[in-house]
């Protein structure tokens, strides 16, 4: 490894010497004085040697300690340099990353977010995911000293991208029979796992793909879309860093209505308050009507026609359970209200209905004879 040597050495031999002085430090002007030999001799003679052999190159002996660093993307990251004797060496040292020199103090880069402290050591604020790699600092003692760390840079899982199909929105709109595929694109370091939901189960994904960006791209397939396909559907991506990322799908799928009915046949009293309900599943939401069924009048024996029940002070609709449940409810059943009601839903996509008769409950005393 490459030792630093006084780089004003090229401009004055004189102040160079000096410099050579400062760089050996305290004992090296203790030496000097020991055997009478003046420190700015010293330091020309090395330097002139310095000058013909060239750079010093680290042997075989030098020290080289690493060290294995992880730290979270934004935050401050101190990687010390542990010279064994930081008196004698003074500012004799270098840091490089990656085997580059890092520039020194007066750059503007290294003073935006790299700080050499006054300790040796390398500060280095709030950390990028560039900053990722080798580092080293290098000390003149005896033998060479050399402190390395390999930095790993962690960065939270994040989802990038949704899928635009058909636009930018997280909100899809299928018909019956569709297809679909969802994409969730996410990164992170490490590269996190990508997981599907949809109401609280794990789904497969169809495949999951690396990019030469590092992303990961999963994508979860809708193949004939079905009413019971509609819903959220969550993407999770986690490596372990952070909280897990997550993005929701909302995918509707628009379908003629679909009805159902508890009770087809409802028995009640004269008198009674009385209610008549079917469940209506439909998508986009469906114009619900309720009819009467009665004898028609002049066309035909047996025929019988609709007319649709209009709301009053006595009998009037409901709508229940987020829209699903329509009720039509009589107050006090009179005789004439009695027969067959429908429940009629349409929507763009089409339209059913659903029939329900109210019959007054007969209740029929029992006779006791008497043989006497």
Known sequence: ??????DSAKQSLKTSALKMVQCFGIKTRRL????????????CVLLLLLANTGPVLASENDVDDTYRRIVLVGTNLKLPCTPPDAEDILEYFTWSKNGVLLPDRSSTALQSRFIIQSDFSLLIERVAEDDEGNYSCSVQSHPPRTTSYSVQVEVPAAIEELLHHGG???????????????????????????TWKYQG????????????????????????ARRLDAGSYIC????????PATATFNVEISHAPDIAVEHSWVHTGLGALTELACTVYAQPPAQVTWFRSVEGVGNGEGERKHLEVLPSNRIGTLVMSNGLKHVLRFKSVRDADLGIYTCRAENPHGQAEAAIEMSEYLCF????YNFE
């Open 168 to 194: 930018n929105s997280p909100h899809y709109q299928l018909r019956e029979g569709d297809e679909l595929d969802l994409t969730c694109m996410a990164s992170g370091r490490p590269l996190p796992t990508v």
């Open 1 to 6: 490894m490459r030792v630093q040597t006084c």
């Open 365 to 368: 005393l029992p006779v006791f």
């Open 32 to 43: 000097c004085a020991m055997f009478s030999i003046d420190p700015y001799v010293f330091s």
């Open 236 to 243: 999770e991506a986690d490596n372990g860093v952070d909280l």
């Open 201 to 224: 189960r794990v789904l497969s994904a169809e495949e999951s793909i690396v990019d030469v960006y590092q992303k990961v791209s999963s994508v979860h397939r809708i193949v004939g």
